[in-house]
């Protein structure tokens, strides 16, 4: 087993992330699980899980990043999201970009220059319609697992298109084609683009450095992917671990700072 | 109804005011400069406050309270904040500024239930908090200054924004009083004399009006001595903000927000330049002791658009956390700037010159150009863009601004999406966050160089 060198951990708001690395920065162990509303409790546990896998923590150093960091009293330090994604996606793509981050709560484009540095973002924290829990709420509706959802959109041949700009609002609008007897794939694939030309809205507003990367829960979607190429024209790189690009950045600055 | 000016009601007022009410100010005054310490002051980050604040609070308080007792006494008027008020002032008017008072209510918390009245009477969350925050004020009564008074006559200068049109001829179908407009062509790129020609003759037809309201005839002596004070105050206030070029800066944007209400409210009085003599003085002593108000100034903001009232002192406070001074603000300035063009020998061709000439009536290159300035003469190391929901004119081209100053200048710039008044458009949270991140990029960016 590979001693464990830094520990970063990202208190999201849908789900809750510890990463371990070594020496060399490379992940070598995660635990990932729901939010719990409890986050403290749910830090401690994470940490008591470290211990028994790693040993005493005394000397490693663990950074906290999230929505909730702050509420993580026992890190060294507390970094965003945002930098973090950046760090973390960064060192294991090993190339400056564009990195578009889709969380539960808000999505983010990240323009990452040399080094991992952020040269800027932009964000999308106002409106559901742009975030993972936009696909959750509708997923819901229409008794698709999330986990197929990507694929279930894509096997459509035609597309919907959901023109409300609100996830409640586009939920009706959903319900009501439904009740018009319009199946369920093109519906899904419509809600994936309109989530899309969002997300490429905000690209636009940074501008575009190419390549294009995708990080975060809802980068495990393929449908996200694919059209999210449709309408860039840019090939979309993932890191192996989208959704732990937040924590294993936190590891990492944890690991340079020591 | 107007009401008429009584013997009784100028008694009432000389009591009230200027008697029981200087008094009471001024020992209120006296035990505010004997604090030294204020409950949620960052003393770790912040210098204490400008001792100043209790002499400016006090004046700002008498101006209200003048407002109260003013039916009866005076001749009352409701303005624009970019309103040319040089005649009513020069014809005794008490001049109440709604978007002050409505800034007043945001800082003091109490927008939401006083705009809710206007929500509930029909008017959209989307139009300007300040406008939903006065009109609900008027509806329901309610204020934290005890009472507005009723105006005699509205002025209206679209030199701010379209808003104001239908705002005032809100306010003038309700207390059925005339509406002077003034229009004030937008300036692309420079005013055409036929522009200042045609604001002037505005302003000439506006004197008989309100002549008749005041009763009385204009003295041009007397317009020519407010314009003078006009200037004089303003080149003052000119000074105070110039004074944040020193390094550290010994006043931050949120002084400057706080501090910028007479500049607005009481613009043609001579206080007001005493007090902005004395707002001097207490900045250069600061700056001779090398004070700066954050402790530890690592960097410099530029902070553009209206401030988030309700939210003033957090602001401070966490840039401050960050060893972050925002030293200028674009808001601020915009009552500075124009000084240079009052003219006590011209007073209506150059206040048509002066008020066709601020920040919001000209195009967004123009205010490019001022931020670049600023950076420049301010030595900036970023920029804070509040894209400020109520105010659409103002948050026009940031998204083009912020393009520049990140993509081509080099400079960190941040959009902070919130409200100038209204809580309900903001979240602490989110606004933290996005600070945070940007705080890191200033960070990172400085140890890139």
């Known amino acids: ?258 | 109804m107007t009401e008429s000016i009584t013997i009784r009601g100028k008694l009432r007022y000389q009591l009230a005011v200027n008697v029981a009410g200087r008094l009471t100010l001024a020992f209120r005054r006296r035990r505010n400069e004997r604090k030294t310490a204020r409950p949620g002051w960052s003393r770790d980050v912040l210098a204490p406050p400008l001792k100043l604040s209790a002499r400016m609070k006090e004046l700002m308080s008498r101006h209200y309270l003048g407002g109260r007792y003013a039916n009866g006494a005076k001749k009352v008027a409701w303005v624009t904040s970019g309103a040319p008020i040089e005649i009513l002032k020069a014809l005794g008017f008490y001049i109440l500024y709604p978007e002050n008072h409505a800034a007043l209510c945001g800082a003091r918390r109490k927008t939401v239930e006083i705009a809710s009245e206007a929500e509930n009477a029909g008017y959209s969350r989307d139009i300007c908090s300040y406008a939903r925050t006065d009109i609900g004020a008027v509806l329901s009564g309610k204020t934290p200054v005890g009472r507005l008074p009723r105006p005699d006559v509205l002025l209206a200068c679209t030199n701010i924004c379209q808003t104001v049109l239908y705002w005032y001829r809100v306010l003038a179908d309700y207390f059925k009083v005339p509406l002077i407009l003034i229009d004030t062509p937008f300036i692309y790129e420079e005013a055409h004399a036929h522009d200042v020609a045609y604001v002037k003759r505005q302003l000439e037809d506006m004197i008989p009006a309100a002549e008749k309201i005041a009763g009385k005839k204009l003295s041009f002596k007397r317009l020519k001595e407010v314009v003078r004070f006009s200037r004089e105050a303003s080149f003052l206030w000119l000074e105070v903000l110039d004074r944040a070029k020193h390094r550290p800066s010994p006043i931050t944007a949120f002084d400057g927000f706080i501090h910028m209400a007479p500049i607005v409210d009481l613009r043609g009085e001579p206080v007001v330049i005493d007090l902005y003599r004395q707002l001097l003085k207490e900045i250069d002593v600061r700056i001779s002791k090398g004070i700066g108000a954050v402790k530890h100034e690592k960097k410099r903001l530029l902070w553009d658009n209206l401030p988030i009232w309700f939210k003033l002192r957090k602001m401070a406070q966490t840039f401050a956390g960050y060893g972050a001074n925002v030293v200028a603000a674009t808001y601020t300035y915009a009552w500075g700037e124009l000084a240079p063009m009052m003219d006590e020998t011209r007073p209506l061709e150059s206040a048509a010159q002066t008020y066709l000439h601020p920040l919001l009536n000209q195009g967004t290159g123009h205010k490019l150009e001022s931020m670049q300035k600023m950076v420049r003469e301010f030595s900036l190391d970023g920029v804070v863009l509040h894209s400020d929901r109520s105010c659409k004119p103002y948050s026009l081209g940031q998204i083009d601004q912020r393009d520049y100053f990140v993509n081509h200048a080099g400079i960190p710039a941040l959009l902070l999406e919130a409200d100038h008044n209204d809580p309900r458009s903001y979240s602490d949270q989110q606004a933290e966050n996005r600070i945070a991140a940007f705080m890191e990029i200033l960070e990172d960016s400085s140890n890139a160089d």
């Not at chain 1, 409300?164 to 007897?181: D, Q, R």
């Open chain 1, 1 to 258: 087993m590979k001693a464990l060198a830094a520990l970063g951990i990202d208190v999201g708001s849908s789900t809750c992330k510890i990463v371990g690395v070594d020496e060399s920065g490379e992940l070598i162990w995660h635990l990932l699980e729901q939010a719990d509303p409890r986050a403290e409790d749910q830090v401690q546990r994470f940490l008591k899980a470290a211990e028994q896998k790693f040993g005493p923590l005394k000397a490693v150093p663990f950074v906290a990043t999230g929505y909730g960091r702050k509420l993580v009293k026992d890190a060294a330090k507390n970094i965003t999201e945002i930098s973090c994604h950046a760090k973390g996606v960064y060192h294991e793509l090993q190339k400056p970009g564009t990195l578009v981050d889709i969380g539960g709560q808000d999505s983010k484009v990240i323009v990452i220059g040399a080094g991992g540095r952020v040269v800027d973002f932009a964000m999308n924290d106002k409106c559901a319609a742009g975030t993972g829990r936009f696909l959750e709420n509708t997923a819901g509706r229409l008794h698709v697992p999330l986990e197929a959802l990507g694929k279930t959109a894509l096997s459509a041949d035609r597309e919907e298109t959901i023109s409300s700009t609100c996830t409640v609002f586009a939920e009706s609008e959903i319900i009501s084609l439904v009740a018009h007897g319009v199946a369920v794939e093109p519906i899904l694939k419509g809600l994936h683009r309109s989530l899309v030309s969002r997300i490429v809205a905000m690209i636009r507003s940074v501008g575009l450095v190419s390549p294009l990367m995708l990080s975060g829960g809802v980068a495990r979607n393929e449908a996200m992917r694919k059209l999210l190429e449709e309408e860039t024209g840019e090939k979309v790189h993932l890191p192996q671990y989208p959704q732990l690009m937040g924590a294993y950045g936190a590891a990492l600055i944890g690991l340079k700072n020591g």
